[in-house]
């Protein structure tokens, strides 16, 4: 049972590093044909006030990446305060503008609490701002979970994963920010405000209220409504930043 066991965890891994390594390369390269992006969504990871983390770094850099190399002009920075006090959104945006974003090229989602609400959050700032050009840059684990969200329901973002091939190594050098003003003074753990079981169903999007002009057929017209997930009205962005 234990060889069957470990049979299974090594294909999975091996999958994984195949996935990583050929999959992000081959979807950055279909996706080049749109570029630049008007706005790129990057979704935020948790700071808890002391250094960035390993994933957190590989999306910032990687965002900093496809600015400096004239691939995106606009980012969204997409994150609340969710297992922590910081802001996610606000203390990307932070280390962003140290990695040489403009700060006026910065927008911020301080919503969304699941990777799901990250994308279509995001892409309602992107539309309220008149941003055609959307994509989503992430590293390849996340790219991968999301992709059939963004196929499932056609929204039109195209996938920039991180390559990293192109990327190498996360920055070593981690810029300096003062993280204070990215306190969430009313903060309470998700941890503490749901269960694992209600956190599961909100990464799957079981919490999103949709826009019917945002969803392409009936049939997901009439699974929202039903599901009281429904707007009907016309979307005016208000208190997303």
């Not at 002391?50 to 496809?66: C, D, G, I």
């Not at 990307?92 to 700060?103: C, D, H, R, T, W």
Request: glycine share 4%.
């Amino acid at each position: 049972m234990k060889t069957i066991s470990y049979l299974i965890l090594l294909t999975t891994l091996i999958s994984s590093c195949g996935f990583i390594r050929t999959q992000p390369k081959k979807i950055l390269a279909q996706s080049m044909t749109s570029q630049p992006y008007d706005v790129v969504i990057v979704p935020g990871h948790p700071y808890f006030g002391e250094t960035w983390s390993t994933t957190m770094n590989y999306r910032l850099t990687w965002s900093a990446y496809l600015y400096k190399n004239g691939l995106a002009k606009n980012f969204i920075f997409s994150g609340g305060s969710v297992y922590s006090e910081y802001v996610e959104a606000k203390i990307m945006a932070k280390y962003a503008v140290e990695l040489g974003i403009p700060a006026e090229n910065i927008f911020l989602d301080t919503n969304a609490e699941h990777s799901t609400e990250n994308v279509y959050y995001s892409y309602l700032i992107a539309k309220e701002n008149g941003f055609d050009r959307i994509a989503l840059a992430t590293d390849p684990f996340q790219n991968k979970s999301l992709r059939g969200f963004i196929k499932n329901h056609q929204l039109p973002i195209d996938q920039l994963p991180a390559v990293f091939d192109t990327l190498g190594m996360p920055s070593k050098k981690e810029p300096l920010i003062n993280p204070s003003s990215s306190i969430d003074p009313n903060f309470v753990s998700i941890k503490e405000r749901e269960s694992f079981f209600q956190r599961m169903s909100g990464t799957l999007g079981k919490n999103i209220v949709w826009h019917e002009e945002d969803l392409p057929n009936d049939r997901l017209v009439q699974k929202y409504s039903k599901q009281e997930r429904l707007i009907r009205s016309s979307f005016t962005v208000q208190n997303l930043e």
